[in-house]
Structures are given as C-alpha cells and as structure tokens.
C-alpha cells in the first residue's frame, strides 16, 4: 500500500511538473493614459480644399507620450476620413484613414516627400517624432 501512494505521489509531481513545463510567461509593457488634450489650438487657413485637418494628438514613444502638432494633410484616397488615435484606460489605438475604400493606416514616413502634408509654418516637417 505504501508504494502504491509513494508511486501516486510520484505520478502526480511528474504531472505538475510537465503543466509547469509547458506554461507560457507572457510579458507586457503597459502605460498610462496621455495626458489631456492641449487646450488652446489655432487652426490655420486650409490650404486647398481637398485637405483635411488632423488634430493634434498625444503618441507614445517608449514609456512616455510625444505631442503632435495637428496639420492640414490630403487624405489617401477622395472620401476618407480621419478617425484620430484615443486610449481606451487600458491600450493607445493609433490614428487611421477610414472610408468607402477601407482602412488606410496612417504613416508619417510616408507622408513627406509626397506633397500631402501641408502647414505654412513649417512645422510638420520638423515634428517631434523619434525615427
């Protein structure tokens, strides 16, 4: 009978040991929330009517957030429409492009260069980004 629990015993920390074995260990990297808004925004003249003016908004950059300036910019496509990045108390949702043609991820990189981002006083092209 002895034996019969001592080999029980035994089955049974071999069994734990391959659930402990197989485990998976998942790490995240969690920030707050950005802070607010900046209150006060003077929106220049649109350049032209087929751009849109992006608000500006809060981006995370490591474990801190970056403000950019909002910009007038012509949308990917005729019809898009920006629907700005937000923080849900949990996780930061990215800008994007949105419309009849589907989501356009926004990308700075490939903004410059193309004519499509406009802001007279030239700080667009000198935002703060880390790339």
Same mark, same amino acid.
């Given at each position: 009978m002895r034996s019969l629990v001592k080999a029980a015993l035994l089955a049974a920390t071999l069994?734990?040991?391959? /659930?402990?074995?197989?485990? !998976? +260990?998942?790490?995240?990297?969690v920030i707050a929330p950005p802070p607010p808004v900046r209150a006060v925004v003077v929106v220049p003249e649109r350049p032209a009517p087929e751009y849109a003016w992006v608000e500006g908004y809060w981006y995370p950059v490591g474990n801190h957030y970056k403000?950019?300036?909002?910009?007038? /910019?012509?949308?990917?496509? !005729?019809?898009?429409?920006? +629907?700005?990045?937000?923080? $849900?108390?949990k996780r930061y949702y990215a800008g994007y492009? @949105?419309?009849?043609?589907?989501? +356009? $991820?926004?990308?700075?990189?490939? @903004?410059?260069?193309?004519d499509r981002d406009h802001?007279?006083?030239?700080?667009? @092209?000198?935002?703060?980004?880390?790339?």
């Open positions: 069994l734990a040991t391959g /659930t402990v074995i197989n485990a !998976q +260990v998942s790490i995240g990297i403000w950019h300036e909002g910009y007038w /910019t012509r949308p990917p496509y !005729q019809g898009a429409h920006w +629907v700005g990045p937000h923080h $849900d108390g492009w @949105d419309g009849d043609r589907g989501r +356009v $991820d926004h990308d700075h990189h490939s @903004d410059h260069g193309n802001d007279k006083h030239g700080k667009h @092209d000198k935002h703060d980004h880390d790339d």
